[in-house]
């Protein structure tokens, strides 16, 4: 069974300054990896995946993650965040076997101060 | 141009009152998904369909039924709603290909439900 682990639950993070969410997965085999972003009383938007090859992904809206095999981390970043970029941030993961079935984390809440 | 759409976006109902929620997708996709998601947390996969075949979650209440009557609608029906299952109720699409690596989800904007 596979797990994701989202440790900070909330970021307060002043506008224009760095931002990385973290998130940790579990897995026995091989697994792909999602960020998504949620929008008050929207659905969910993806922002980036990463299936295989380059272990730095690019999104939209400025946003990049990195996928590190060994530490099983998938941290999402972005160099200057803008009060727009305020949402709940959800890290997913599906495996090789069960491609359909999502695990979210429990989601980051990332308020922009201005 | 809305992909996956939900209706309604907001939906009362009584305690033991059944309801039933709309999702309907332009994407041709073969692959349909509903989760709730309670207030604070993460979506929680209830059932999907691949094409025609049904594949229930194994802690999915039974109160909890699906129906998917062609490509583009699936339908969520709650036959005795509780207090303990007001929640966003989000479908989403994949293409599932079953072949390369899986495919993107897409989300709609979800159905808010209240059970008063």
């Known amino acids: 069974a596979q797990s994701v682990t989202q440790l900070d639950s909330q970021v307060p993070v002043f506008e224009e300054a760095p931002v990385e969410l973290r998130c940790n997965y579990s897995?026995?085999?091989?697994?792909?990896l999602f960020w998504y972003v949620q929008y008050p009383n929207q659905g969910l938007q993806l922002l980036l995946k990463?299936?295989?090859?380059?272990?730095l992904v690019k999104g939209i809206n400025g946003f990049e993650a990195e996928f590190n095999k060994s530490q099983t981390s998938f941290h999402l970043r972005k160099p200057s965040v803008h009060i727009s970029d305020t949402a709940e941030y959800f890290c997913?993961?599906?495996?090789?076997?069960?491609?359909?079935?999502?695990?979210f984390g429990t989601g980051t809440r990332l308020t922009i101060i201005p | 141009d809305a992909m996956v759409i939900q209706n309604p976006r907001y939906q009362v109902t009584q305690f033991g009152k059944p309801v039933t929620l709309s999702c309907s997708q332009t994407?041709?996709?073969?692959?349909m998904y509903w989760y709730q998601q309670k207030s604070s947390q993460a979506p929680k996969l209830l059932f999907h369909?691949?094409?025609?075949?049904?594949?229930n979650e194994a802690d999915t209440p039974d109160n909890f039924q699906s129906r998917r009557p062609n490509t583009s609608f699936c339908f969520l029906d709650i036959r005795s709603p509780g207090l303990g299952d007001a929640a966003m109720y989000l479908c989403?699409?994949?293409?599932?290909?079953?072949?390369?690596?899986?495919?993107?989800?897409?989300f709609g904007p979800g159905t808010r439900l209240t059970v008063l």
């Open positions: 994407l041709n996709h073969n692959v």
């Open positions: 897995s026995s085999v091989s697994v792909y």
């Open positions: 990463y299936l295989s090859g380059s272990t």
């Open positions: 369909y691949y094409d025609k075949d049904f594949n």
């Open positions: 989403a699409t994949s293409r599932g290909s079953g072949g390369p690596p899986t495919d993107t989800q897409y």
């Open positions: 997913a993961v599906s495996d090789h076997y069960v491609r359909e079935k999502l695990t």
